[in-house]
């Protein structure tokens, strides 16, 4: 239950943090690479301060394969989800996220797990609430392939990010190295691609909130495992990220046909809840 309430909460904010992100990028305020540097740079430094807090930093060398994988999946999927923060709707690319809970499942087929008849109903009522959605008309499709991108890839970043820290890393340690691989990736592409100064962003205030408000759900998140079962945290998580989406989208962006959003999300919490049984 704690693990629920943690996820529940960090999507709050993640929502929060991608709504001022959609905003700024369509008010052309900042670059996509500088966004995301802005976005990662409070927590990569948090994260190193938790290490030399704790005086151990606990790594493997067992686990760089795997994590030179899941850190070349990281920078993919970060420059993903920022284009579809400014293409998508909200509500939009919050449903289509939902698509990463099935593929996990198919992932498992697929390596010899069984998969029961209350989640293959789970599957079925995620893909009948999506096919509604989409079937509405006036519900914006633009951006949706990118979200769906942002699904597929985070199949593969969470599954090697738990296989990680169950047998090689320490949390603290995992989430260091990734944070500071995007770090890296990000700033010179800010400076020499998209031609911005990160850092002068930081003169104003918004950024500044942004990037400390990006620390609350990627260190509840990244904690949050321990809590409760991988599928349990991960359904409870992407239903609560949807909510959030249809409020926002329709608060703050506009959105229209609300009454069969919300439709749509009761049968996809449904569904989530059959996938985690």
Not at 63 to 81: F, H, K, N, Q
């Amino acid at each position: 239950m704690f693990g629920v309430i943690i996820v529940f909460l960090s999507s709050f904010f993640v929502e929060i943090s991608d709504s001022i992100s959609k905003f700024e990028l369509k008010q052309k305020q900042i670059g996509l690479y500088s966004l995301a540097f802005v976005n990662s740079l409070a927590i990569t430094l948090i994260f190193i301060g938790v290490n030399i807090f704790q005086g151990e930093f606990i790594f493997s060398p067992a686990s760089l394969p795997t994590l030179g994988l899941r850190a070349v999946l990281e920078i993919i999927l970060t420059y993903i989800a920022l284009e579809a923060i400014a293409q998508a709707d909200r509500s939009t690319h919050g449903f289509v996220r939902i698509l990463t809970m099935p593929f996990l499942l198919a992932v498992d087929f697929l390596l010899g797990y069984q998969i029961n008849n209350f989640q293959l109903a789970g599957i079925l009522v995620v893909i009948f609430s999506l096919f509604l959605f989409f079937s509405c008309q006036g519900v914006k499709k633009p951006g949706a392939w990118l979200s769906f991108g942002t699904a597929v890839i985070a199949v593969a970043t969470i599954s090697l990010y738990k296989y990680d820290i169950t047998y090689y890393n320490s949390v603290a340690a995992e989430q260091t190295i990734i944070h500071l691989v995007l770090f890296i990736f990000l700033l010179p592409m800010a400076f020499f691609k998209a031609k911005e100064n990160p850092f002068s962003f930081f003169k104003h205030k918004v950024f500044c909130f942004q990037s400390l408000l990006n620390v609350i759900p990627s260190f509840l998140n990244s904690y949050a495992y321990a809590f409760a079962p991988a599928s349990i945290i991960l359904s409870a998580y992407r239903s609560s990220a949807v909510f959030w989406s249809v409020v926002s989208g329709r608060a703050y962006f506009h959105e229209k046909h609300f009454l069969i959003k919300m439709l749509c999300l009761i049968l996809l919490i449904g569904g989530i809840i059959l996938l985690a049984l």
